[in-house]
């Protein structure tokens, strides 16, 4: 056998997948093992080991699927992430906000819990529904589906599209849908998608190439 021979990622995921077995006690045959793996190749193999590094750590029951799938990152907010950005876009009509249809319909359950003043059964509710709804999805594979709830401050509508759309959450069609005319939109239309941290790191390398610039023509 060769041993420069590289492994592919199922045999990765299911070496992973017999260790880890192992050390949480869970006895799989062979067939639910390559199942397992199976499901678990619809994600990226690094988010897939990284969840199994997880489970060794955390676990003190059975190696399950969901156990498994519950550690993947894999886009998808928590629970208590998502209903934080709600409650934001709740609270201050001004503020737009990046959601998941999925949150939204979650949220169906505990809206008229929050509007009465009672945030903490809103969040349990929310919970409940948003923890099962996105398990069922994980477990097929789908990814987030991301919607831009806006508010009234233009402004930071623009930027938070923007950036949406630079880190591929929306498309750029759905994004221009968004936007009045501006440079926003022109940036978008032109495929120049940069976040501000990205522009303010690319105007501190051009600051520090000046620099050496000047110093080069002060040595000569």
């Not at 949480?24 to 067939?31: F, P, V």
């Not at 929310?126 to 097929?140: H, L, N």
Request: glycine share 6%.
């Amino acid at each position: 056998m060769n041993a420069n021979k590289e492994i592919n990622p199922a045999e990765k995921i299911i070496q992973a997948i017999t260790v880890t077995a192992e050390l949480t006690g869970t006895q799989l045959s062979a067939n639910a093992a390559a199942v397992m793996a199976e499901d678990l190749l619809a994600y990226p193999l690094d988010k897939v080991l990284i969840a199994f590094e997880r489970c060794r750590r955390e676990l003190k029951g059975r190696l399950t699927l969901a156990a498994i799938l519950e550690r993947i990152d894999d886009g998808w907010q928590s629970a208590e992430e998502a209903f934080n950005t709600l409650v934001a876009g709740w609270e201050n009509e001004h503020l737009s906000i990046l959601t998941t249809h999925t949150a939204m319909h979650a949220a169906e359950s505990a809206s008229a819990l929050f509007n009465a003043g009672d945030k903490y059964r809103a969040g349990l509710a929310f919970k409940t529904a948003y923890e099962r709804i996105v398990s069922e999805k994980k477990a097929k594979g789908i990814q987030p589906d991301w919607y831009v709830s806006a508010g009234l401050d233009k402004e930071q509508l623009a930027q938070l599209v923007t950036e949406a759309a630079a880190t591929g959450k929306i498309t750029n069609d759905y994004a221009l849908a968004l936007l009045p005319a501006g440079e926003e939109r022109m940036n978008i239309e032109a495929g120049n998608l940069l976040t501000d941290k990205q522009k303010e790191e690319g105007k501190a390398r051009l600051g520090n190439l000046l620099n050496l610039i000047a110093q080069k023509c002060a040595l000569s």
